[in-house]
C-alpha cells in the first residue's frame, strides 16, 4: 500500500493531464482570427501547466509528510508487537492475545483474570504436587476396602492444603524475582505487569494462611508438619532477607527442591493416610523407599535444570547457579545423565518383583521411559532457549508418568 501511494505520487500519471483543457475551441467563437485558435489552446495549456505544477508540488508534500508519519507510526507498533511475539516464542509460553485485542466485555475479563492466574500458580508444579500426593495415597492401600470415602476425603484434604501451599511457594519466588522474570519468563504477571507486587502479597498471603487453616482443621499431624516444612523451605529458598535466599547458591537451592519433592511429600502424605486416616502403624515397604530414591534423583534433576534456560538472567543478577559455573551443554547432559540411571535401577527394581504384573509393566514402562528421554535429548539445540525450556517442560511429563507407575511396584 505504501509503495503505491508513493508511485502515485512520485512517478505515475499526474493528476492534471498536459495538453488537456476542458475548455472547447467552438465556445472561443472568433473563429476567422488567424492563428487565434491554436494560440490560445497554447495559453491555455501553459496556464494549467503552472496551475498543475503548483498543486502537484503541495500534494506530493501532503502525500509525503503522512507518509512518513504512517510509516514511523507502524513501525513502532511493529516492533513493539514483534519483540512481545519473539519474547514469548523464546519463552517456551504459549503465545496468547496481548490485552486489548478483543473488546473489554465482562466475559474477556474473566477469562484474563483466569489466564494471569493459571500463568502466577505455575500450573506444571500444580500437577506435579497433586498427582505426587495421589500416587503416594494409593501405597498405603493394602485391599479393595480401603479405597472407600474416608479414603477420598483424605487424599482430598492433602491435594487441596498442598496445592495452595504449593501456589504461595511459586508466587512468593516471583516477587522476589521480578526483576529477573522481566529477562528469563517475561510471560508470568508479575513481570508483565499485569498483577501489581500488592496483588501478588495479597495471592501469597491468603493461600498460605488457607493452607496452615485447612491442615489445623483436618487434625493430621504429618499433613500439617509437611505444610509447615514446605512454608519454611519454600521461603527461605526465595526471600531476599539476611541469610536467605538460598537460591543463590546452587547446593543449599538443590537440597531444598529434593526435601520438599522427594522426602516431604513422599512420607508425609504417605504417613497422612497411613496413619490419620487408616489409623494404622507406619510401615516404610518396598514402593516407598523406591519412590523417595527414584524421586531424589528426579528432584536434583528438576533443581538443576530449570537454571538451564534461565542463564541470561541469573548471569545478570548474579545466581551462582551450575548452570552459570559450568555451562548450559555440561549441565543439561548430567540431568539427562542421571535420569537415565535412575531409569536403570528402576527396571533392575521392577525386575525383582514377584508379581509378573508388576515386573512386566514397570521393566516396560520404565524402559520405554528412557529410550524416549534419550531420542528427545539428543534432538535438542542447546543454543535455543526455546528447544531448551520445550525439553525442561518435557522433564515435568516424566515426572508426571513416573507417578503413575509408583503405584504398580510391590
Not at 502515485?8 to 467552438?26: A, D, E, N, V
Not at 514469548?88 to 494471569?116: I, M, Q, R
Not at 507406619?282 to 527414584?294: G, H, Q, R
Not at 526455546?386 to 510391590?410: D, H, N, V
Request: net charge positive.
Amino acid at each position: 500500500m505504501d509503495a503505491l501511494i508513493l508511485g502515485s505520487s512520485t512517478g505515475g500519471h499526474s493528476l492534471f493531464i498536459p495538453g488537456r483543457s476542458s475548455w472547447r475551441r467552438k465556445d472561443l467563437k472568433p473563429d476567422n482570427i488567424p492563428g487565434f485558435s491554436r494560440r490560445v489552446q497554447v495559453s491555455t495549456c501553459y496556464s494549467y501547466n503552472i496551475i498543475e505544477n503548483f498543486y502537484t508540488k503541495r500534494f506530493r508534500k501532503h502525500i509525503v509528510k503522512h507518509h512518513a508519519r504512517g510509516i514511523q507510526e507502524t513501525s513502532t507498533a511493529s516492533q513493539k508487537s514483534n519483540t512481545k511475539f519473539l519474547v514469548k516464542a523464546t519463552s517456551g509460553h504459549p503465545l496468547e492475545s496481548e490485552p486489548g485485542a478483543y473488546p473489554d466485555t465482562p466475559w474477556n475479563s474473566v477469562k484474563n483474570a483466569l489466564d494471569a492466574f493459571y500463568r502466577f500458580s505455575r500450573p506444571h508444579t500444580v500437577i506435579g504436587t497433586a498427582l505426587s500426593i495421589v500416587s503416594v495415597s494409593l501405597l498405603a492401600v493394602e485391599k479393595l476396602s480401603d479405597i472407600s470415602s474416608p479414603f477420598y476425603t483424605g487424599v482430598l484434604e492433602a491435594v487441596v492444603a498442598a496445592l495452595m501451599m504449593n501456589i504461595y511457594i511459586v508466587g512468593l519466588n516471583q516477587l522476589s524475582d521480578i526483576e529477573i522474570d522481566k529477562v528469563n519468563k517475561p510471560y508470568l504477571p508479575l513481570a508483565s505487569g499485569e498483577y501489581s507486587t500488592l496483588t501478588g502479597i495479597l495471592i501469597v498471603t491468603s493461600f498460605s494462611i488457607m493452607s496452615f487453616w485447612l491442615g489445623w482443621v483436618v487434625g493430621s499431624w504429618p499433613l500439617f508438619w509437611a505444610l509447615f516444612v514446605s512454608f519454611v523451605l519454600g521461603t527461605a529458598y526465595s526471600v531476599n532477607l539476611p541469610l536467605l535466599r538460598w537460591k543463590r547458591f546452587a547446593l543449599v537451592a538443590a537440597m531444598c527442591i529434593l526435601a520438599v519433592r522427594a522426602v516431604i511429600v513422599q512420607l508425609a502424605f504417605y504417613l497422612h493416610i497411613q496413619s490419620h486416616v487408616f489409623s494404622r502403624p507406619a510401615v516404610f515397604s518396598k514402593p516407598l523407599i523406591f519412590a523417595t530414591a527414584f524421586m531424589s534423583f528426579f528432584s536434583v534433576v528438576i533443581a538443576l535444570f530449570k537454571d538451564i534456560p534461565d542463564i541470561e538472567g541469573d548471569k545478570i543478577f548474579g545466581i551462582k547457579s551450575y548452570t552459570v559455573r559450568l555451562g548450559q551443554e555440561r549441565v543439561f547432559w548430567t540431568c539427562i545423565s542421571l535420569l537415565e540411571m535412575a531409569y536403570g535401577v528402576s527396571i533392575l527394581v521392577g525386575a525383582t518383583s514377584s508379581y509378573t504384573w508388576s515386573k512386566a509393566i514397570t521393566v516396560l514402562g520404565h524402559s520405554i521411559l528412557a529410550a524416549i528421554l534419550w531420542i528427545r535429548a539428543k534432538s535438542v539445540d542447546l543454543k535455543s532457549k526455546a528447544a531448551i525450556t520445550s525439553c525442561y517442560m518435557f522433564i515435568w511429563k516424566l515426572f508426571y508418568a513416573e507417578y503413575l507407575l509408583i503405584p504398580l511396584i510391590r
